[in-house]
């Protein structure tokens, strides 16, 4: 069994910076690929980052390359989403998940087997 709390979110102005974690228990997570999503209010879950086993290849969604950078710390069972930049748009609650295999998947989310309850991140203009 696998926990995943995401802490971080918050309000923030346009042009402001968060960063958000989300901490593991249970099930060493390291061998794992780990990513974020987000669901804005009245819109489906959309993928955000996603980072393999290692931490040496990420990918993300095209509207925040630039902006946001995913990073883990395995020694602290941590994975992390810098946001800079940010815009009215990124506002929503942003989800981490843990994959089931080591590697991105080509379809983020389809692999995922570990949710956390999410924190809120709201950008005003």
């Known amino acids: 069994q696998v926990q995943l709390v995401e802490s971080g979110g918050g309000l923030v102005q346009a042009g402001g910076s968060l960063r958000l974690s989300c901490a593991a228990s249970?099930?060493?997570?390291?061998?794992?690929?780990m990513a974020w999503f987000r669901q804005a209010p009245g819109k489906e879950r959309a993928f955000v980052a996603a980072?393999?086993?290692?931490?040496?290849?990420?990918r993300y969604a095209d509207s925040v390359k630039g902006r946001f950078t995913i990073s883990r710390d395995d020694t602290k069972n941590t994975v992390y989403l810098q946001m800079n930049s940010l815009k009215p748009d990124d506002t929503a609650v942003y989800y981490c998940?843990?994959?089931?295999?080591?590697?991105?998947?080509?379809?983020?989310?389809?692999?995922?087997?570990?949710w956390g309850q999410g924190t809120q991140v709201t950008v005003s203009s």
């Open positions: 998940a843990k994959s089931r295999n080591p590697y991105i998947s080509g379809i983020p989310g389809r692999d995922s087997d570990y």
């Open positions: 249970g099930r060493t997570f390291s061998n794992y690929a």
């Open positions: 980072l393999n086993w290692s931490g040496s290849l990420t």
